[in-house]
């Protein structure tokens, strides 16, 4: 499932709190994992007890602030994101053709995926994709993860490429969660552009750096205009 599909930024009335560089969830939420990766990213990871069970949000910053904030499901499909200037709200359709499934990739080894987002400006579109294990497993920071293969091309209604992108992720079976990997983004001109949004720390409550808003790693090379790695 595509977990980012845009450069994404944080607005909305889930919209967390900043505060002397340390991220506050909305109320009625708790951070449980904060995620240093490279590009020049820090991701805050939170649940609501308002939300349905297995619900997440994370949201992301770069060196000038927040730019992206998320909601998956239990299956992690791409529920809802937030974006700003101007302020727009995009969501998973209703009825996919096939949804994603985090449970199938586990149990098959391989998840096929059609489904449509829409945002208030009133733009759809239809996003084909699949995700297989590779039967790689690689530790990050103490954390065992397994190693996926995707790739999505994303269309408007006409058939009209927008942006594709393929690589390799990480997937945690038991947070149900898709990290960012070394992969190649096109942003509709045929020209891919390789990028990687690899986690480089994993850091929880109690530990030196949980829920931080400065990321480490890359920030001097990274521009803010370069596309993201495609989910996490």
């Known amino acids: 499932m595509i977990r980012v599909l845009l450069p994404l930024v944080a607005l909305s009335l889930a919209?967390?709190?900043?505060?002397?560089?340390?991220?506050?969830?909305?109320?009625g939420c708790?951070?449980?994992?904060?995620?240093?990766?490279?590009?020049?990213?820090?991701?805050?990871?939170?649940?609501?007890?308002?939300?349905?069970?297995?619900?997440?949000?994370?949201?992301?910053?770069?060196?000038?602030g927040p730019f992206f904030s998320s909601r998956i499901n239990s299956e992690?499909?791409?529920v809802e994101s937030y974006e700003i200037d101007p302020p727009i709200r995009q969501t998973l359709d209703p009825n996919p053709?096939?949804?994603?499934?985090?449970?199938?990739?586990?149990?098959?080894?391989?998840?096929?995926?059609?489904?449509g987002l829409s945002d208030d400006t009133g733009?759809?579109?239809?996003?084909?994709?699949?995700?297989?294990?590779?039967?790689?497993?690689?530790?990050?920071d103490g954390i065992e993860l397994?190693?996926?293969?995707?790739?999505?091309?994303?269309?408007?209604?006409?058939?009209?490429?927008?942006?594709?992108?393929?690589?390799n992720e990480y997937i945690h079976p038991e947070w149900r969660l898709f990290f960012s990997g070394p992969s190649q983004w096109d942003g509709g001109d045929g020209n891919y552009v390789p990028i990687d949004g690899s986690p480089i720390q994993f850091i929880f409550p109690g530990e030196a750096g949980f829920a931080s808003t400065q990321p480490l790693f890359d920030?001097?090379?990274?521009?803010?205009?370069?596309?993201l790695p495609p989910r996490s």
């Open 30 to 64: 708790t951070t449980f994992m904060t995620v240093q990766s490279k590009g020049c990213r820090v991701s805050n990871h939170f649940k609501c007890t308002a939300d349905a069970p297995g619900d997440q949000w994370r949201t992301d910053f770069d060196q000038e």
């Open 123 to 140: 733009e759809r579109t239809r996003v084909r994709g699949a995700d297989t294990l590779t039967g790689r497993v690689v530790v990050i």
């Open 219 to 227: 920030c001097d090379a990274v521009m803010s205009s370069l596309p």
């Open 97 to 115: 053709t096939d949804p994603a499934s985090f449970s199938d990739l586990l149990a098959t080894g391989s998840d096929n995926y059609i489904f």
């Open 15 to 27: 919209t967390p709190a900043l505060a002397a560089g340390t991220f506050t969830p909305p109320e």
């Open 146 to 167: 397994q190693e996926t293969a995707f790739n999505f091309t994303e269309t408007d209604l006409a058939g009209n490429v927008l942006r594709r992108s393929r690589g």
């Open 76 to 78: 992690a499909e791409w």
